[in-house]
């Protein structure tokens, strides 16, 4: 394992403490927090079609969000095959399947028509002011990231967002960061 690598294992370690400290309704009061400021994003405003993620519970909550725009914008979630990433249509709470990891995803077929994608909503494990972003060690994002163009919006709680992180040549950086109380673009 490289100096990076051991570097990122003890930020996940440590993030994992902070975000323990905080009860589950403590984190969708945040979570709401983080979703009000997206909100009022020229970028999300004008976004028609929307690559976003259904939240893990200590991740910024996204479905109470995803369905009170779903009437006005189209959203895709990820389903995890393999080492990949396949985004598929949101259509209704009621039609998603738990997966391997614990995720409520979506069913039906592959969405493929990533030119059309407006704004990628992205989870982390860590982020910082300059927009680089920490996942949880997979790479499952840094895979697809790298052959889609849209704007990519790294969303977390403030304790998640700091000065610095560790980085390598494989990691992709973030258009946007947003955070209870931070917007960085």
Do not use: H
Not at 27 to 40: A, K
Not at 132 to 142: A, E, T, V
Not at 157 to 172: G, H, S, T
């Amino acid at each position: 394992m490289s100096k990076i690598q051991e570097e990122k294992k003890l930020l996940r370690k440590k993030v994992e403490a902070l975000k323990k400290s905080y009860t589950n309704e403590e984190l969708v009061i945040r979570s709401t927090e983080v979703q009000s400021v997206i909100e009022i994003t020229g970028i999300f405003q004008s976004a028609k079609n929307i690559l976003i993620y259904n939240g893990m519970n200590d991740e910024v909550q996204t479905l109470d969000f995803i369905d009170r725009w779903k009437n006005e914008k189209n959203f895709y979630l990820p389903v995890v095959s393999g080492d990949d990433l396949f985004f598929k249509k949101y259509i209704s709470s009621s039609l998603l399947e738990k997966s391997d990891y614990g995720v409520w995803e979506p069913t039906g077929d592959n969405f493929t028509d990533y030119k059309s994608i407006d704004l990628i909503i992205i989870p982390g494990v860590a982020f910082d002011r300059n927009k680089n972003r920490l996942g949880r060690g997979k790479g499952f994002y840094d895979r697809f990231l790298k052959d889609v163009d849209a704007p990519k919006m790294g969303i977390c709680f403030e304790f998640q967002l700091l000065d610095k992180i560790p980085v390598e040549a494989n990691d992709i950086k973030m258009d946007y960061i947003v955070s209870e109380n931070d917007f960085i673009w």
